[in-house]
């Protein structure tokens, strides 16, 4: 959606001006610029307002350590270089290193320092070139492919360097090769020629420059809609301060599943709410959420729930994994963002009248913690009945994971396949209660269902990120024993719930039927 568009507002614009602007920073950044290119508000309110942004996650803060893990990688594929190692708060003492590694001859600088026009950013890694006296931008990103926001970004730091006298010969994006499998970590980073893409678009970089630097100066808030740019390729820090300006209610168009942009095209026309006569054309999934939230009743069919757990075998195996993908691959085999199993719950269920017994694995080295993980995974799946994981997909495509890296294991793992089945399916189909808010998601579904006490609140381990963050900390040398026992129970604790609540989900099932 362009900016164009958002003249088409469900609400009539109200200027909004700031009592206490904010000076003006001498050298904005080029990651602040940044914000200026997918949203004039939210570069405004990033000078003016940071207050109302929602505080950095944890979930987001591991991307940012992510990003610096893979940077430092890339600084041993392009060796022999210097490191302008100033604080990243420091911009003029960067620029005067940067300025003096160059008259030097350093012919590798790491996180070299430009301003031009008060805009101000640091490149990954520039290299010389003594045949045509011109650098080259390496600009590295933790992805596996090139993406547009990719070009804008490299794009005005190549344009921020240029202004600023530094002679450019070629503009590379360095990022991640999907193809690359440990140990050989030779052909960890992909190079891409990206000059001739950004000389496309370069005239356009000036003007938007300069629309940012105005904007920041004026005293009212820009009149800028919501739009797509504000949940993508990231959520906008600011989404809790400008979506209810917008008056977008806390269940809306926005929180039915599959509309993708359609539910954009239904906003600009003034489309929000559930109960709108004009929203039309939706799936049966999306209209039975409608009209849930219109009669305020939930919606079960109990014929297609019976029907569903008859194709069900006893012994009810349940199963959860817990998982790393690390950016940089760490084990045999595994290439870049590869999920590894480190841990799971499994609840057994042996008949309708008998007790539930649960089984746990969790690996606490930092090695390889599949060749443990798949004997006791093995040993916990049983020979026989059906194995269910809420959304099968995830649990499905790690034990064809662990078979493909497995030839002793692998037709036994394979076998497990087979017996796969998943709630997600009978409840997405069958069941639909308002207090699921659009989402199926166990998180969501488990307390509306089964009540509060199935609910993930005030868990030191509370989802898969935390999970994540918490077993590279358990298996850390540095972290001392009284944490790490903490640790592991808070992870026993947090595997656990996923399968004792699919446990009882199942059951309320089977409940339902015999009403």
């Known amino acids: 959606m362009n900016r164009k568009s958002q003249s088409a507002r469900s609400f009539p614009p109200v200027p909004v001006i700031i009592p206490h602007m904010n000076p003006i920073p001498r050298l904005i950044s080029k990651t602040k610029l940044m914000r200026g290119y997918r949203c004039l508000k939210c570069i405004y309110l990033t000078i003016h307002e940071p207050a109302l942004e929602a505080p950095v996650t944890p979930d987001l803060q591991a991307l940012f350590d992510q990003g610096n893990l893979v940077g430092d990688a890339a600084r041993k594929q392009y060796a022999g270089g210097e490191l302008v190692d100033n604080k990243p708060w420091d911009f003029t003492g960067a620029l005067a290193r940067t300025r003096e590694l160059i008259t030097a001859g350093s012919p590798i600088i790491y996180e070299a320092a430009f301003e031009y026009m008060g805009c101000y950013a640091r490149a990954d890694i520039i290299q010389y070139s003594p045949e045509t006296k011109r650098w080259r931008i390496y600009e590295v990103k933790s992805t596996t492919k090139v993406k547009p926001e990719h070009l804008d970004d490299v794009g005005l730091q190549a344009w921020i360097m240029a202004k600023s006298g530094l002679p450019l010969e070629k503009i590379h994006i360095v990022h991640l090769n999907p193809d690359c499998r440990h140990p050989d970590l030779t052909h960890l980073f992909v190079e891409v020629d990206v000059t001739e893409r950004i000389r496309e678009n370069y005239l356009e970089i000036k003007p938007k420059v300069k629309e940012i630097l105005t904007v920041i100066r004026q005293e009212t808030v820009p009149d800028i809609d919501i739009g797509p740019y504000c949940l993508s390729p990231t959520e906008c820090g600011f989404t809790s301060h400008c979506w209810p300006e917008k008056k977008v209610p806390e269940t809306s168009i926005f929180n039915l599943p599959g ?75 595994c290439h870049p963002f590869q999920h590894i199993p480190f841990q799971f719950s499994v609840h057994v269920w042996q008949s309708p009248d008998s007790a539930v017994t649960h089984l746990d694995f969790l690996h606490e080295a930092d090695d390889d913690p599949r060749p443990s993980l798949i004997s006791a995974l093995l040993d916990a799946c049983q020979t026989q009945g059906s194995i269910l994981a809420y959304y ?28 796969l089945a998943d709630p997600l399916e009978i409840i997405r189909a069958s069941v639909y209660d308002n207090a699921f808010a659009g989402s199926f ?12 006490a199935y609910s993930y609140e005030d868990m030191l381990v509370a989802n898969g990120g935390d999970a994540q963050r918490a077993y590279e900390e358990l298996v850390s040398a540095r972290t001392s024993p009284e944490r790490k026992k903490l640790l592991k129970k808070a992870m026993l604790d947090y595997c656990e719930q996923d399968t004792r609540v699919m446990v009882e989900l199942v059951k309320w099932l089977f409940n339902v039927c015999r009403a």
């Open 259 to 333: 509309l993708r942009e359609k539910k954009w095209q239904l906003y600009y026309e003034g489309i929000i709410q559930l109960d709108d006569p004009r929203l039309r054309g939706l799936n049966d999934l999306q209209e039975r959420i409608v009209t849930c939230f219109k009669t305020g009743e939930r919606y079960l069919d109990r014929d297609a729930v019976r029907s569903a757990l008859a194709a069900w075998k006893f012994p009810l195996v349940f199963l959860d994994f817990e998982t790393i993908n690390p950016a940089i691959p760490r084990f045999a085999g």
């Open 392 to 419: 099968s997909k995830f649990e499905s495509d790690r034990i064809r994971e662990l078979a493909d890296f497995s030839s002793e294991h692998s037709e036994a793992l394979v076998n497990l396949l087979e017996r």
């Open 441 to 452: 998601s166990l998180k969501r579904v488990a307390p509306a269902l089964l009540g509060q």
